[in-house]
Every structure is written in C-alpha cells, then in structure tokens.
T-cell receptor, first 112, second 113 residues
Framework: NAGVTQTPKFRVLKTGQSMTLLCAQDMNHEYMYWYRQDPGMGLRLIHYSVGEGTTAKGEVPDGYNVSRLKKQNFLLGLESAAPSQTSVYFC???????????FGPGTRLTVT | KQEVTQIPAALSVPEGENLVLNCSFTDSAIYNLQWFRQDPGKGLTSLLLIQSSQREQTSGRLNASLDKSSGRSTLYIAASQPGDSATYLCAVRWDNQGGKLIFGQGTELSVKP
C-alpha cells in the first residue's frame, strides 16, 4: 500500500512551457485535492475532485487545469507556466468529507 | 472571511517538556479540524482529526482539543522528544460538500536534547 504518490518529485520549467503533474492513490478514495505551498502563504487549494469524472475549483485555480479520468489518478496541468507558479505542489486524498486527508510527498516546481 | 491563525510561528523547548500549540479560527461553524505534522522538505502527515461535535481526540502523547465557541484548538504534546521537531499545521473544514481545508501558517517546533 503506497498511499499517495506524486510524479515527478522535482521539475524546472521555462516560462511558457507546459507540464502535467500526476497524483496516484491506491486507497480507493473518492476525494482528491491539489494544493500549493508557498512561504508566508501556507497551503492553498487549487482544484479538487469528489469522484471519478468530476472536478471543481478551489481558492487559487487560475493558470491550472485538472482531470480525474480514473478514480485513482488526479492530474494537474500547467498550460503556460509562469514564475508565479514556482511552488511546492501537494496532492491529497480522502475517503469522504468527514475523515482525514492523506498527503503525497510533494512536487517542487521552479519556473524560470 | 474564513481564516486560520497559528501563533507563535516558532517555538523551542528542552526535551521532556510538555507543550501546547495553538490554533485559532474565525467563524465557529466549522465542520471539522485536522492537525498535521510536516518535516522539512516532506509532505504532511495527518495526526488528529476532531469533528465539530467532539471536544478532544488523543493519539499516544498527542491530545487535540476543540472549543468552537471561542474559535480555538490546541495540540498538547506530552514529554516532548527531539523527534517531535517539525512544523505543525492546523487546518479547518467549514463546508460539508467539497471538503476544502483552510490551513494555518504552522508552528515550527524545535525540541532541544
């Protein structure tokens, strides 16, 4: 049982490039989330999903897109990366609403 | 606006001390509150979850309490150890639909041998 895994662990992009971050969970959780963590700002929710085929916007969705084609995977896309998207990105999942969220190890992204 | 605040931002204690970490939140109509631990360069580890109807939760040397009326939660760590050194984050859920968590900035704890 690997829990929540994220790919890649580190990435450096140039402004304007695109990339996709992959989150996978093997706990059969319905809910999945993408957060970003920035110094002085804490963790903020980007997008989330309440089940396969569904997505919704969080606090800071601009510049990101997501897809949940399979229950176990939640993808976060950056179509045209900007330096303001330099951050550490965390994926999380939970079985339901009133239970704990479990986090992945994070992806450190730098946009130059 | 729904906000979560953790004070102090950093705390240093000698090994063996009992300590309390604080979390305050605006809007007492919370759904639940969760405490996390984050080690440097790592992800978040879930520690305790308190539902809005509960007053406290315990796990080993950790005890989390919740006082909704005053908008406060505390995380009590008994007999602290150097291995407890980490950043502790408090997160509040206010809605019962998407499960969105609002995080505090965290308290960085250092336990000195």
């Amino acid at each position: 049982n690997a829990g929540v895994t994220q790919t890649p662990k580190f990435r450096v992009l140039k402004t304007g490039q695109s990339m996709t971050l992959l989150c996978a969970q093997d706990m059969n959780h319905e809910y999945m989330y993408w957060y970003r963590q920035d110094p002085g700002m804490g963790l903020r929710l980007i997008h989330y999903s309440v089940g396969e085929g569904t997505t919704a916007k969080g606090e800071v969705p601009d510049g990101y897109n997501v897809s949940r084609l399979k229950k176990q995977n939640f993808l976060l896309g950056l179509e045209s990366a900007a330096p303001s998207q330099t951050s550490v990105y965390f994926c999380a999942s939970s079985y339901g609403i009133g239970v704990m969220q479990y986090f992945g190890p994070g992806t450190r992204l730098t946009v130059t | 606006k729904q906000e979560v605040t953790q004070i102090p931002a950093a705390l240093s204690v000698p090994e063996g001390e009992n300590l309390v970490l604080n979390c305050s939140f605006t809007d007492s109509a919370i759904y639940n509150l969760q405490w996390f631990r984050q080690d440097p360069g790592k992800g978040l580890t879930s520690l305790l979850l308190i539902q809005s109807s509960q007053r406290e939760q315990t796990s080993g040397r950790l005890n989390a309490s919740l006082d909704k009326s005053s908008g406060r939660s505390t995380l009590y760590i008994a007999a602290s150890q150097p291995g407890d050194s980490a950043t502790y984050l408090c997160a509040v859920r206010w809605d019962n639909q998407g499960g969105k968590l609002i995080f505090g900035q965290g308290t960085e704890l250092s336990v000195k041998p």
